[in-house]
């Protein structure tokens, strides 16, 4: 099967990973991709939805290799009063080298891994993340949560998608404080902030793998929208 999409160069992972990236765009319009276009980029990215086995299979034909799963999630969010046990807290610029620190340590095992990243990246990709969301230039806000000495324990950042749609960034634990409902009561921060924005839809995505994740989302009530596949490949991946 011929695969008809265009390649969108992705600048900023290019720079940021020193790696020539691209991205497939699919398009029943666009002429079918050759060796020849997908070798003048080091990484070639695809994400397919789950159902289009043959645009799986015509990927796998071209080199293309399977990375990770991600199941993407819908919550609704309702009028009723949510109580969450602190008031919302905004994180400032001054929290920023902490939750980079963070997200460093807890953001290790995603799609961006070996062999198509180094070790670290995965890890520097989500502290440059949550940087953005307490600045406001990517996520729009970053939520603490602090323990009674006003230590961080955990995060969530959130995007105004606009239409009364949301969608949650990140979301962590600071290691060590685990099994303690950090998780829930991030989500229920999420969702007042949600309330307080009148916004009616929080979407979140999440890896197939995170098994932890999808059971406190589907705990507070989210649906699996769509489910998707990341397949890669390398200039130098076999045909």
């Given at each position: 099967?011929?695969?008809?999409?265009?390649?969108?160069?992705?600048?900023?992972?290019?720079?940021?990973?020193?790696?020539?990236?691209?991205?497939?765009?699919?398009?029943?319009?666009?002429?079918?991709?050759?060796?020849?276009?997908?070798?003048?980029?080091?990484?070639?990215?695809?994400?397919?939805?789950?159902?289009?086995?043959?645009?799986?299979?015509?990927?796998?034909?071209?080199?293309?290799?399977?990375?990770?799963?991600?199941?993407?999630?819908?919550?609704?969010?309702?009028?009723?009063?949510?109580?969450?046990?602190?008031?919302?807290?905004?994180?400032?610029?001054?929290?920023?080298?902490?939750?980079?620190?963070?997200?460093?340590?807890?953001?290790?095992?995603?799609?961006?891994?070996?062999?198509?990243?180094?070790?670290?990246?995965?890890?520097?990709?989500?502290?440059?993340?949550?940087?953005?969301?307490?600045?406001?230039?990517?996520?729009?806000?970053?939520?603490?949560?602090?323990?009674?000495?006003?230590?961080?324990?955990?995060?969530?950042?959130?995007?105004?998608?606009?239409?009364?749609?949301?969608?949650?960034?990140?979301?962590?634990?600071?290691?060590?404080?685990?099994?303690?409902?950090?998780?829930?009561?991030?989500?229920?921060?999420?969702?007042?902030?949600?309330?307080?924005?009148?916004?009616?839809?929080?979407?979140?995505a999440t890896q197939i793998s995170n098994t932890t994740a999808l059971r406190l989302y589907t705990r507070r009530g989210a649906l699996i929208e769509s489910t998707a596949y990341w397949l890669?490949?390398?200039?130098?991946?076999?045909?």
């Open positions: 099967m011929s695969i008809h999409a265009n390649l969108e160069s992705l600048a900023w992972e290019s720079q940021f990973f020193g790696l020539s990236t691209a991205r497939l765009n699919f398009s029943s319009g666009s002429t079918a991709l050759t060796v020849a276009d997908l070798d003048k980029y080091a990484l070639v990215q695809a994400k397919v939805a789950s159902q289009q086995t043959a645009i799986i299979d015509g990927l796998s034909a071209l080199g293309f290799s399977f990375v990770e799963g991600e199941i993407d999630l819908l919550l609704s969010i309702g009028s009723e009063d949510i109580h969450p046990e602190q008031a919302l807290l905004s994180a400032k610029k001054e929290d920023i080298p902490v939750l980079k620190a963070v997200a460093a340590r807890v953001f290790t095992a995603s799609r961006f891994r070996i062999p198509w990243y180094q070790p670290d990246d995965s890890g520097r990709f989500y502290a440059v993340w949550v940087e953005k969301a307490v600045l406001g230039t990517f996520d729009h806000e970053c939520l603490l949560l602090n323990d009674e000495h006003d230590q961080i324990v955990g995060f969530v950042t959130l995007r105004d998608l606009g239409n009364r749609e949301a969608r949650i960034g990140l979301l962590a634990a600071v290691p060590g404080n685990h099994h303690q409902g950090i998780g829930t009561k991030l989500m229920s921060a999420a969702q007042q902030w949600c309330q307080n924005h009148q916004i009616q839809r929080l979407r979140v890669y490949r390398g200039r130098n991946d076999s045909i």
